[in-house]
């Protein structure tokens, strides 16, 4: 990564992250919604999402492969076109799945995007070109991650110039190996349990590449007090941190 898309994303760790949108823990606004959204723009929080591929090629906003948590009956998001999944309701509201379309003209450069594309492999096929597609004429701060290693593995091809990242965890030799790998796609920032800091991993990254490492999931002052050791910036739910830029 060049200096200047360093400088560039200096953006990704100015303000708290908020997890899947700035949810009460699904009580009454629940995560990955536009309410979600909202209030994390009110709030003048950045904003985490997760998003999978339909059936019919397009990007929905979703956490989960399956459908039970979210929506209360079974099957997979990948089995449903984009009209199917956004028929669906999210838990006791009556909010739908946005597409990631809705949700990039809600924020509309209000508040920075982070993006986590979620990967069931052999079903993802074009999900991070798709999401490239809807980012390009997006006028606002917005960065795509992943725990998936085959599509990391693709960012560079298939979403060229969108600041990428690795998301991971683990404190295990393995794990290192496998975080160590990923070098080799030259990520532009890492989000990692925040509960699996300090490792070899994080501090080579942080230290000898000089590169930004945000943390997951904060969910009280104490894990933020935690994460500030070791990472320049939290994501966060349960909790209602500063959102004074720095």
Known sequence: MSATLRDELKWLTR?????????????????????AFSAAIAGNYAIECDVHLTKDGEVIVF???VLNRLTGREGRICDLTLAEAQALTIGTTQDHPPS???????????????????????????????????????????AIMSFDHHLIR?????????????????????????????LAYDVDFVSYSFHHLPN?????????????????TVRN????????????QIT???FVPDSVIA
């Open 154 to 182: 693709l960012f560079r091809s298939d979403a060229p110039g969108v600041p990428a990242g690795l998301t991971a965890e683990g404190t295990s030799a393995a794990d290192m190996e496998k975080h160590f790998a990923m």
């Open 15 to 35: 303000r708290p992250i908020a997890h899947r949108g700035l949810h009460d823990m699904n009580k009454k606004v629940w995560e990955n919604t536009l309410p």
């Open 221 to 232: 002052m104490e894990e933020k007090a935690m994460s500030d050791l070791h990472a320049q």
């Open 200 to 216: 070899p991993f994080i501090s080579f990254y942080q230290q000898v590449l000089g590169r930004p490492v945000i943390t997951w």
């Open 63 to 65: 956490h989960d492969d």
């Open 100 to 142: 990631l379309r809705q949700m990039l003209d809600l924020v509309a450069g209000k508040v920075p995007l982070v993006i986590e594309l979620k990967g069931i492999e052999g079903q993802d096929e074009g999900l991070v070109a798709a999401v490239a597609k809807e980012l390009k004429t997006y006028q606002g701060e917005a």
């Open 236 to 238: 966060f739910e349960g």
